[in-house]
């Protein structure tokens, strides 16, 4: 069996120890031992933050940890834990924002237990009372009972119970079998010499009772992985037991309800993504930007004219009133300078003698700052004047996605959007994408 040590602060012969960033990968090994607190605790030494450096770097290892364990579960091999008190990790990313109070440093709140394809949680606290149950956990506890210390409680584990707190109920070791023939285990540290903290009093032993704990505990792995390995001979599924033909008829029957659920899912992912779709109007630019906003428009009814080269990025028609769009994606506020384009589209509508137009700008104003973060003004005074005095409506990229939040959730009212649009003279208001653009929980925290 080969066996990678993450981060453990004992040895064994033959196996590979490595720290969570190191290069070396999860796949040569079969057997993955990963000590999450002495994890989290080599970050805590940098303070209650970790810096930034450090922090780009625990994040890379984590994406990556993340997809090597995903697939070593996959493959069906096993992946060991010892649990830590806290896995939880506060990274400065060196990112300054301007809020409305003032600039901060943004943070971001990372889980080590997170990078696992299986879930636990656990009450903190340390013991050494521990008793064995289920299947597999005597015969570890055989070899080692005097030389297991657990770091908390499980509120939630995978699999079955395999060590729990000597008389109770409370678990503190689990074993899972996985669906593809691995093994996952959540496992009370190997105690070797020297306790983790002063505060915790380690049992005494005697030197004659010294167990080689980590030692028992690989061989003890190492009998349990190795006793699935068994190779079945072929003759042995010719033989099936009288329950066999109902299993088969409900497995048959849970297909056909998964196939069903594959397609609801795959049909709510396509719900989310065509409504992420819209969020291009609060963030881009040029044609992205432009095809956007069309798509808007014809939701509010307006039917989108032919293009003419050298003349307006949008020519549109409402029940008859023509209507010319200038779409801008911007870092900062709209300037005069786009009123005036928009008012050369006018111009060159009704030099080609068409009826004159109405005159929208879209500008996608502060578009690289966060939507709730958007103090500052889209329409300066110097530009109003300019707008208002040529009919100019002013609407901007979250005023717009507002909108279409709006009509896609009630569609009756896309013509009295469309007649705001046509009526309004200088800025819009009335609209805010906030009301649509939920923060999410995690995100909120990082922030």
Known sequence: MRILLIDCHFSLPDAHRVNFESAISCFDYDIIIWDIERTAASYREHGAQVPTDEGTLLRQAITRRTAEFKDIADMGRTIVVFPAMNDGLTINTGVRRKLPSGTVTSLVNVSLNDTLPFHFSLTPGRGSEIQPCGQYGPALWRSARDWLIYRGTLRQHPGQPAFTVKGTNKVVGSIDRTETGGWFFVLPEPWCERPYDEDFETPKRDAKDWVDAPAALTEWLTGIT???????????????????????????????????????????????????????????????????????????????????????????????????????????????????????????????????????????????????????????????????????????????????????????????????????????TGWDANHFLARSKDEEHDS
């Open 226 to 428: 190795k006793e699935t390995e068994q190779s079945k001979p072929s003759w042995a599924d010719d033989y099936q037991f009288p329950e066999s033909a109902d299993r088969f008829a409900r497995l048959s029957t849970l297909n056909t309800e998964m196939e069903k659920l594959l397609e609801e899912i795959e049909k709510v992912r396509a719900e989310q993504a065509e409504d992420d779709s819209w969020k291009i109007l609060i963030y881009a630019q040029g044609e992205p930007l432009e095809r956007r906003v069309a798509q808007a428009f014809q939701l509010f009814g307006f039917d989108l004219l032919e293009a003419v080269e050298g003349r307006a990025d949008l020519r549109l028609s409402h029940e008859g009133r023509p209507a010319v769009v200038e779409v801008k994606g911007l870092t900062k506020s709209a300037a005069e300078k786009n009123a005036a384009q928009l008012e050369k589209w006018v111009s060159e509508e009704i030099e080609a003698g068409e009826t004159q137009p109405k005159a929208i700008l879209v500008a996608n104003t502060w578009r690289e700052t966060r939507p709730d973060e958007r103090v500052e003004t889209s329409f300066p005074n110097q530009m109003l004047k300019y707008a208002q005095d040529r009919g100019h409506c002013l609407v901007t990229g979250a005023q717009l996605l507002a909108m279409v939040r709006t009509v896609l959730h009630s569609p009756e009212r896309a013509k009295d959007i469309a007649e705001q649009l046509l009526a309004t003279v200088g800025t819009t």
